[in-house]
Nanobody
């Protein structure tokens, strides 16, 4: 069984910063991709940033220059440093991992439970 556990969501003022963290645990064989998605009320879930196990990160246009994704392959963790936050960044943020387990050997999508980020004065 695999678990993704996020932390770091909070209420922050516009222009402020937050750091989200996610740790994957369980019977993991390998993690191909780790990423962060957001879902605002009434909207579809959308990608903010994704980072492969051995490559460069890809960021959504809306967060370029403000958000930075990083990953620790040894610890199976991924973080999202969010700077210059705007009210429109208010959403539930979800950690995602495309990973293969020891039993399946094939990559599948796994999601965390979400962490809430509110940007408001």
């Amino acid at each position: 069984q695999v678990q993704l556990v996020e932390s770091g969501g909070d209420l922050v003022q516009p222009g402020g910063s937050l750091r989200l963290s996610c740790a994957a645990s369980g019977s993991i064989l390998r993690i191909d991709f780790m990423g962060w998605y957001r879902q605002a009320p009434g909207k579809q879930r959308e990608l903010d940033a994704v980072i492969p196990s051995g490559g460069s990160a890809v960021n959504a246009d809306s967060v370029k220059g403000r958000f930075t994704i990083s990953r620790d392959n040894a610890k199976n963790t991924v973080s999202l440093q969010m700077n210059s936050l705007k009210p429109e960044d208010t959403a539930d943020y979800y950690c995602n991992a495309v990973l293969a387990t020891l039993s399946s050997g094939r990559p599948s999508d796994y999601w965390g439970q979400g962490t809430q980020v509110s940007v408001s004065s």
